[in-house]
């Protein structure tokens, strides 16, 4: 169940920087307030240009260790080597891991599930079109928190009837990281609201173990 009120995402092209600079933002407020999400949009992995529409070949295979092994810990899991930014990614993955688990604050990965298994995170966040809650859940486990993005009626309550834990709609204003997306502004965030509402309150989920949630995103922008 979510119970975190804030939703802190990292940039698409993230550093060791600004994980230090979440773990200045974290150690500000109380444990349990913030979850986090760690993208790597630029840092992406590679796919076979004879199958361009396939994903990578360990994603869902169970090859990926899910932790790094004490008695090699120079070692990285086998799919996440393919390229220098996977490691560049699993590596602040991992600095990123450490420092919300010391502030005791779950961590999900954007999209990934072979990297979130490798960091040993708490979950993923699916893209609208990308992989099913369902698959997530099956190669993560019941008790993996499983976030879906939506962007409109029908989206957000499929995303709420398919199971997931957490929704998020975007952008609610303009901003940097949705160039070229047209904003649905405050009203449009409470369309949607009403319809995740009736949608979470229709039965379709045990209210009880899996009450989902919704987090609107988008509008922050980076001072002058």
């Known amino acids: 169940m979510i119970r975190e009120t804030l939703y802190l995402i990292t940039d698409d092209a993230p550093s060791l920087a600004q994980v230090a600079a979440i773990r200045d933002v974290l150690a500000s407020v109380p444990p349990g307030e913030v979850l986090v999400q760690l993208r790597g949009r630029r840092l992406t992995p590679r796919r076979d240009p004879a199958q361009p529409g396939r994903e990578p070949a360990c994603l869902g295979h169970g090859r990926l260790t899910t932790r790094r092994d004490p008695a090699q810990p120079g070692r990285e899991p086998a799919c996440l080597g393919h390229s220098r930014?996977?490691?560049?990614?699993?590596?602040?993955?991992?600095?990123?891991?450490?420092?919300?688990?010391?502030?005791?604050?779950?961590?999900?990965?954007?999209?990934?599930?072979?990297?979130?298994?490798?960091?040993?995170?708490?979950?993923?966040?699916?893209?609208?079109a990308g992989l099913s809650i369902t698959e997530a859940r099956r190669q993560l486990g019941e008790h993996a928190i499983v976030g879906a993005s939506a962007h409109d009626r029908?989206?957000?309550?499929?995303?709420?009837?398919?199971?997931?834990?957490?929704?998020?709609?975007?952008?609610?204003?303009?901003?940097?990281?949705?160039?070229?997306?047209?904003?649905?502004?405050l009203a449009g965030l409470r369309a949607l609201a009403d319809v995740f509402a009736r949608a979470a309150n229709s039965g379709a989920q045990d209210q009880s173990t899996r009450a989902p949630v919704l987090f609107a995103l988008g509008g922050i922008v980076r001072p002058e």
């Open 85 to 128: 930014s996977d490691r560049a990614l699993y590596e602040i993955g991992l600095g990123l891991r450490a420092i919300t688990h010391a502030a005791g604050t779950r961590l999900l990965v954007n999209d990934r599930v072979d990297l979130a298994l490798a960091i040993g995170a708490d979950g993923v966040h699916l893209p609208e």
């Open 154 to 185: 029908d989206g957000v309550t499929a995303k709420v009837q398919q199971g997931a834990d957490l929704i998020t709609v975007s952008p609610v204003f303009a901003t940097e990281s949705k160039p070229g997306q047209t904003p649905i502004g």
